[in-house]
């Protein structure tokens, strides 16, 4: 049984809909022991400058984390301090002063915006020829990211864009993707950065996880042995749902172990 889930939001973030102390009795009661927060930083998006939306304040993220410290304690959970930072490769420098005077316990790299769209939305997709060239884009984002970018631990729902195509008839065929989605992974393990199962992808239309079982696979045959586990709950009945589905990804790729943060460093637990 997975007993961590490391990609949680709360009313921090501009999406979250549970605050923190409701998040702890959500894994308290499916018997989660560890937690780590990874509120929104998504600076300079496209909905507004630095200061507006998904741009956590630090300050009151850091107070609530401290103030609900023995709350999580007394109901049996273990919770961790992190981020989910909203990679754009002109970002490595802010976010790298934003890294190091703070005490994560946990940075998860995500990318949201491409070009200057965020990909969760149909324009988007509407700006590229084909949905093939709108994913592609995206995945080759993620490579730049992840060759700029230092000041994170592992790389969020690597194929996040699919939640949002458009075309219902569209079918993910990762083969028509290998070079870009191999120079992805053979940069995280050569950076020695990780990648998560992100089980949001159960709660869309795609039914899987985010990144698809193929990806999961093609990482472990690669050499990658950093895999996180989350729910990317927002709200607290989602907090580790699907996780017994996850569990059956990381099995069939090979897998037999999970990796948990602390003080940026993982710690492995079995399967």
């Known amino acids: 049984m997975i007993t961590g889930d490391f990609h949680v939001h709360t009313t921090l973030s501009t999406d979250g809909r549970s605050d923190m102390k409701e998040m702890i009795d959500a894994a308290s009661d499916k018997g989660i022991r560890i937690i780590c927060f990874t509120e929104h930083m998504d600076y300079d998006n496209v909905f507004g400058n630095g200061d507006e939306a998904f741009v956590v304040d630090m300050d009151a993220y850091l107070r609530s984390f401290d103030e609900c410290r023995q709350y999580a ?107 870009s989605l191999d120079r992805l992974l053979n940069t995280l393990i050569k950076k020695e950065k990780g990648i998560e199962i992100n089980t949001g992808g159960f709660r869309s239309r795609l039914n899987t996880s985010n990144p698809a079982p193929y990806i999961v696979r093609r990482y472990r045959e690669l050499g990658g042995t950093l895999i996180t586990i989350g729910s990317d709950a927002h709200v607290a009945a989602d907090l580790a749902s699907y996780f017994t589905e996850a569990e059956e990804i990381l099995k069939e790729a090979g897998f037999r172990q999970y990796a948990v943060y602390k003080n940026r460093k993982p710690e492995f637990i079995d399967l």
């Open 73 to 179: 304690e007394n109901k049996g959970v273990e919770i961790r301090f992190g981020i989910e930072l909203g990679l754009q490769t002109y970002l490595a420098d802010y976010y790298h002063s934003l890294a190091e005077g703070r005490p994560f316990d946990f940075i998860i790299g995500s990318s949201h915006i491409v070009r200057r769209m965020d990909c969760a939305f149909p324009t988007y997709f509407e700006a590229f020829p084909s949905v093939h060239d709108a994913v592609e884009a995206y995945f080759d984002a993620e490579v730049a990211n992840a060759m700029c970018h230092n000041d994170f631990d592992i790389y969020g729902h690597l194929d996040y864009v699919l939640r949002y195509v458009p075309d219902e008839d569209f079918v993910f065929s990762p083969e028509e993707y290998t070079d």
